[in-house]
Each structure stands twice: as C-alpha cells, then as structure tokens.
C-alpha cells in the first residue's frame, strides 16, 4: 500500500498540480485508510486485496469519531487512489466504486420568535432619518422573508 499511495502523491503533484493542502489532505486520510489496512489484512498487504466490504468497515469505524463531512472526504481520497490505480493498470476494478457516500446531515436554519423579531425591528430608536430607514430595512427583511442580498438588490425606481 505505501507504495501505491507514494506514487499516487507523486501523481497529485506533478501531473495534477495539487496544492499542498490538497496533497497533505490525501496523506493524512490514505496513511490512516493504510494503517486501518494494516490492522485487518497485515502490513505487507497489497491494494488489491482490498475489498469494498473492508472499505465500508473503516467508514464504520470512522462513524464513532468523525462527522459525515469528514468521513466523505476521506473516501474520496481512497476513491482517487483506486481510480488512479486502475488507470495505471496496477488493479483490475476498484473497489472504492461500490462504496456509497455517507449523506450529509441538513442544518435546520435557524429563524426569531416573535418576541425575537419584534424586538430586532423596535431596536432603532434613535430620532432622525437614518433610524426611519434601519427600521424600514428590518421590517422588509422580516415581513418579506427577504435574504440580505435580495433586499441591497432592490431598486426604489423599480417599485
């Protein structure tokens, strides 16, 4: 395996043009997906040896201790170093291919109360124009669910 990951690295590097971060990224992953290799088949063992089943048991064991986000960037690291392999005719099929990406959790947007919003568009209190204004602003957000970019967008002259 420290073979075939050396050479992949070396590909990243001189034919992919990776950025460093991008290259010590793919290390760090590949070196633990090689260490985990280790403990189940042996050190000396050979990347085609490796099985989608023995895959799909190191994104279990990562499961415990990483986030879904972190998890799918590792197996696109090990899905590379496969796809670069059978590409240099070193490995017959990849076994990388079967292995589906774990889906990512989705964030609930956060949103205010009433109490919440009530007191975010009350807040300018301060007498003059440019306290009219910041209130006109805040009750368009609120009252037409507007994203901040949407409302810089508008054009008085449009209305």
């Not at 292995?99 to 956060?110: A, D, F, I, L, M």
């Amino acid at each position: 395996m420290e073979t075939a990951i050396a050479s992949f690295l070396r590909h990243l590097e001189t034919e992919r043009n990776a950025s460093h971060h991008t290259r010590e990224a793919y290390r760090s992953d590949l070196e633990q997906f090689r260490q985990f290799v280790g403990e189940e088949l042996g050190p000396a063992a050979a990347p085609g040896a490796v099985t989608h089943l023995l895959i799909r048991r190191w994104l279990a064991r990562l499961h415990r201790s990483h986030q879904k986000s972190s998890i799918g960037r590792k197996l696109a690291a090990v899905r590379a170093l496969f796809k670069y392999l059978v590409r240099t005719g070193s490995l017959a099929r990849n076994p990388a291919e079967l292995v589906s990406t774990p889906k990512r959790e989705k964030k609930v947007p956060y949103h205010l109360n009433i109490d919440e919003a009530t007191t975010l568009v009350e807040a300018p209190r301060a007498p003059g124009l440019l306290s009219l204004r910041d209130r006109a602003i805040l009750e368009t957000l609120y009252s037409c669910g507007l994203r901040v970019s949407e409302l810089t967008g508008l054009d008085v002259g449009g209305l």
